[in-house]
């Protein structure tokens, strides 16, 4: 009887330390869709023609044209609303190219971490503004370095590759003037923010950050802390030697 009794002791402990171990298991899982599943962030990039979610991946989808007027809006569909002469200061040439819609889709870490090793940022883009226009990195096509090709910057701050790509090297001013220099600008495609070359009140040098142009900092946005790049007005201007964390994808 003993041995009877030990038995079924041992069978109903072993039962309650699996449903105990099973609600654990759903519990978390809940947990992290309930984390995943808010994109409120993420949604700011008004730009966007959709901000959704896959797996551990917000997908953003803009067609690139910037919601500001350019010069590189002449000779196009939009060029009547949208073309403006270069009334900026200083010299402007402008480049061969006209801005032309693209299709592109950005898919970053919904929760970017560290990467225990980092990766050095591509040509082309490397991340997403809030009006749905491009970050490139601190070179100029075929990896040279980016002052010469300053000069074609428009009055905001950017300009169309070769394919009519619209993108911003550094800062773009139509986000820090109607936004503001201390708010979100948009993301990489590691998933970190990106934020303006305003913070506390004062100009964001380039010594202050690390290599990849960036600080662990609490913020309006997250205000448990996280680390964030910075946009400063001296090179590298936007991210510095790599991603912080893994980078996601960009297709057009």
């Not at 869709?33 to 803009?62: H, M, P, R, W």
């Not at 000779?75 to 299709?103: D, L």
């Not at 990106?194 to 990849?212: F, I, K």
């Not at 790599?242 to 057009?252: K, Q």
Request: proline share 6%; net charge neutral; glycine share 10%.
């Amino acid at each position: 009887m003993k041995v009877f009794i030990k038995t079924i002791l041992t069978a109903t402990v072993l039962i309650i330390i699996f449903i105990s171990c099973k609600k654990s298991k759903s519990d978390e899982a809940d947990e992290t869709v309930s984390v995943n599943a808010d994109l409120s962030i993420y949604k700011k990039i008004y730009g966007a023609s959709s901000v959704t979610q896959e797996g551990n991946f917000v997908v953003i989808k803009t067609n690139d044209l910037p919601d500001h007027k350019s010069p590189y809006y002449q000779g196009t569909q939009w060029s009547s609303a949208k073309y403006e002469a270069y009334n900026g200061t200083g010299q402007f040439i402008k480049n061969p190219s006209s801005i032309v819609s693209q299709n592109l889709t950005f898919r970053i870490p919904l929760n970017p971490k560290e990467a225990a090793s980092k990766s050095a940022t591509p040509m082309g883009p490397i991340g997403v503004s809030l009006n749905g226009v491009p970050f490139f990195n601190q070179y100029a096509a075929g990896g040279s370095p980016l002052t010469n090709e300053i000069i074609s910057f428009d009055q905001y701050g950017g300009h169309p590759q070769q394919q009519g790509q619209y993108h911003y090297h550094s800062e773009p001013f139509y986000l820090t003037s109607t936004k503001g220099k201390a708010v979100l600008l948009g993301f990489l495609l590691d998933g970190f923010p990106v934020y303006g070359p305003m913070e506390n009140n004062a100009a964001v040098t380039n010594v202050q950050l690390d290599a990849y142009h960036g600080h662990i900092g609490v913020t309006t946005d997250y205000p448990n802390g996280i680390y964030h790049y910075h946009i400063t007005s001296t090179d590298p201007y936007i991210n510095g030697n790599g991603f912080y964390g893994s980078p996601g994808t960009v297709s057009n």
